[in-house]
């Protein structure tokens, strides 16, 4: 789940635009209500915590395409790159 902390929304950084935004892609009914209840239960536990709300999407998977070679483990290849996500320091109750 996309942490309440960080930059919500469609946002990473500096970086703005849909593919950068906090999504789960199911592939059956089954993920999409297991997300769903997990969703539920998270956000439950961090608004008891006054931690803000999950702004992680749930959708159905569609056509997947890789990206371009240079995009490919990014954080690996390109030197002082960073990924600042951390926890909550809330517990899943799933």
Do not use: N
């Not at 593919?19 to 993920?31: A, E, F, G, M, N």
């Amino acid at each position: 789940w996309h942490p309440p902390h960080t930059p919500p929304g469609m946002r990473q950084h500096q970086d703005l635009g849909t593919q950068y935004r906090s999504v789960i892609y199911t592939l059956s009914p089954q993920q999409q209500e297991a997300a769903l209840r997990s969703r539920e239960g998270y956000q439950q536990e961090l608004r008891e915590q006054d931690r803000g709300d999950i702004t992680t999407v749930i959708h159905p998977a569609g056509d997947f395409y890789y990206a371009e070679d240079h995009h490919q483990q990014y954080l690996h290849k390109v030197p002082g790159a960073s990924c600042e996500m951390k926890g909550t320091g809330v517990t899943c109750p799933i």
